[in-house]
């Protein structure tokens, strides 16, 4: 099955989902996870109607980005050091994976270097597995309100992945818990930041994760095929 066949696929159990959920499949985006692939998926992927990607390595992605000149728009997802904001600076419209006030700093200050400002998402570890990133259910709030201070990014809301399961439905209730700590925080009506943006579900337990009110999934092995 080809990469365009796979994302219409995809594309018709997001829709169903979001129909099944009752909510309007407009608010679901896929972001077609890359990270591995050659540039030449992704341009495959673009040809298919495909305009968002996601990247989770610094290095990989920085030569990716430069060889895929179609104009798709990026976000980084994946656990990010300090010291490598840098080197995607201005490239990215959305990093999903601030976990910390020192990343938020970072990226304030780099994206000031190139006059633009960066959209983000604050990662909650919902589950406390030690294996994952994330600040806590607790420490989000108070995370929140530091970077909305910050003059070139922009909270529009929060990200996380759940444990692993068999059974998707039981990744549910991490969706859910999101989704209440999201609009916690959408009730403290700090200025600058929005609760817009859920990223949450992946090809596993995207459609659980779209019942829970997700607006962006980040799928790549459904779309691309296993990694080699």
Request: aromatic residues 6%; neutral net charge.
């Amino acid at each position: 099955m080809s990469i365009a066949e796979r994302l219409e696929r995809v594309r018709d159990e997001i829709r169903t989902a979001a129909v099944r959920a009752g909510r309007n499949p407009d608010e679901v985006r896929l972001v077609a996870v890359s990270k591995t692939r050659p540039g030449a998926d992704v341009v495959r992927a673009f040809q298919a109607g495909q305009i968002l990607f996601g990247e989770n390595y610094v290095q990989e992605f920085s030569a990716k980005a430069a060889e895929v000149s179609e104009p798709v728009e990026w976000h980084f997802i994946g656990h990010l050091q300090s010291n490598k904001v840098k080197y995607i600076s201005g490239l990215v419209s959305m990093i999903h994976s601030v976990d910390r006030l020192s990343l938020a700093e970072e990226i304030s200050r780099q994206w000031t270097r190139v006059n633009k400002t960066c959209n983000v998402l604050i990662q909650v570890n919902v589950s406390g597995e030690a294996t994952k990133s994330g600040t806590t259910a607790g420490d989000a709030l108070a995370l929140v309100r530091a970077a909305s201070l910050l003059p070139n990014i922009r909270v529009q809301g929060l990200m996380t992945m759940p444990p692993f399961f068999d059974d998707p439905a039981a990744a549910r209730p991490y969706f859910a818990e999101l989704k209440r700590l999201a609009d916690l925080i959408a009730a403290e009506h700090i200025a600058g930041v929005e609760m817009r943006e859920l990223s949450m579900g992946m090809s596993g337990d995207f459609e659980a994760a779209i019942q829970e009110g997700a607006t962006l999934v980040r799928i790549g092995t459904a779309i691309f095929g296993e990694r080699g």
